[in-house]
């Protein structure tokens, strides 16, 4: 694929999808993480620029992302609160996700500077061997989204297309 993705649009997610889950046959590491292991985590972006705003109808997005043993069961963008039960919801803004695909901030970053923010946080602490794995197995979602060709929006109609990243 040669052709830059529109970030977090349809298209995006569906190569998203298929980048995941081959990830599973070439990636032995994420393959023994995630077999038996579920997660069911929304991503709330606010902030969106024009361009998703107009494609959405809406001035945010949810990320919808449910693994089961492994399997991506679903991996969508929603304008409301996904209907089924969530481990974790974690929200920002476009510009902060944006920078976290770019490699410019750290998750780990986001979270102490109050950028990125994760409920119910005392999950974190009830769970810490779920919680543990759950950002694993996130960072290497990430990771692997960062291979797809993406055309990244600044929160004005100009666009900014990035190369893909390299591992």
Known sequence: ???????????????????????????????????????????VITDIPPKL???????????????????VKNFKILTEPPAEKIDFTISSSY????EIFLEKLSETAAFLNRQLKVEPLSMVYRRPRFASKSMIVANMILRFCRQIPTDYMLNTDLNETCPPQKD
């Open 53 to 71: 705003r107009e494609l959405y109808s809406s001035e945010k997005i949810t990320l919808f992302i449910q693994l089961d043993k492994g399997v």
């Open 95 to 98: 510009s902060v996700i944006k």
């Open 1 to 43: 694929m040669s052709e830059k993705l529109l970030f977090l649009s349809p298209e995006w997610v569906r190569e998203a999808v298929r980048v995941v889950q081959g990830a599973r046959t070439k990636d032995e590491e994420f393959n023994r993480l995630t077999s038996g292991y579920s997660l069911n985590l929304a991503y």
